[in-house]
């Protein structure tokens, strides 16, 4: 099936320059319906008044880091299998380890390129 | 009169002489945190690391950026779609340059850790009404690895590949 280039997509990063980055790449992409959250509270506020499609978070964010809210999506019935690709600089065995556990689709480490991100979102969602 | 007047002038002394060495006492003791090897090992090393990573990661980031306005001004707009294309590819190596923000930003939340402890010390030194707090326990935050101690994309593809294995094999 075909990947819809209109579905809903929520990034969060604390880095307003990273925002536009993502969205900036995404958009490349043909993705055209980008919403932004500037930590893992604001995501989760986001994702209870609408339903999106695909998750893009950063990991190091204050109050609510990228991997709490990865746990609370996965703990969420109406979220818990909603793709959740962690974007994010934390590179250590042990956060990839943590992060595949609590049910991660996919880890792209920064910097990163336009086409790393592609390829890992074709491992996500399909062929696009 | 004369000897009253010594012992005065001793005693006074030998009172200061104490009261100097109970400062240098309390001082070394207000030190301590920063004396401490896991401090200077650790806190303050990572800074060093952390900041001269920072710098030369936005070097990198600063030539990438001219190279790529570089080429932007070299191109010829006579063929509009090549041109077209190439400018495209030219933003698209500025947008991904700019990461650098996030990663320094980071590495430099580590420089300012190490000197915000200091500054608590010199402070709690000057004027004794602050306390030096203990770091906070930021379980499984390491921020950005140093040039070559994190993982490369690779190798996290291959961590997720074997755990995806072995939950199919499980599953």
Partial sequence: MAVDMKMPILIVDDYKTMLRIVRNLLSKLGFSDIDEATDGTDALAKLKSRRYALIISDWNMQPMTGYELLQKVRADASTKSLPFVMVTAESKVENVIAARKAGVNNYIIKPFSAEVLKAKLKTVLGDF | ?171
């Fill in chain 2, 1 to 171: 009169m004369a000897g009253k007047g010594k012992l005065d002038l001793v005693e006074r002394l030998t009172n200061e002489c104490i009261d100097v060495c109970q400062a240098v006492l309390r001082g070394r003791k207000y030190l301590a945190p920063l004396l401490d090897p896991s401090f200077r090992a650790h806190k303050l090393q990572r800074a060093l690391n952390e900041q001269k990573a920072a710098v030369g990661e936005m070097e990198m980031a600063v030539d990438r950026i001219m190279t790529a306005v570089e080429k932007m001004s070299e191109i010829d707009f006579a063929d509009s779609g090549d041109a077209a294309r190439r400018v495209a590819e030219c933003c698209g190596e500025i947008v991904e340059a700019c990461c650098f923000q996030d990663i320094t930003g980071q590495r430099m939340s580590q420089v300012n850790e190490a000197l915000s402890a200091i500054e608590d010390t010199l402070t709690f030194l000057s004027d004794g009404t602050a306390e030096a707090a203990p770091p906070e326990d930021q379980t499984l935050l390491n921020g950005p690895a140093l040039p070559g101690s994190g993982m490369e994309q690779d190798a996290v593809d291959e961590i997720l590949a074997d755990d995806k294995g072995k939950q199919e094999a499980l599953g």
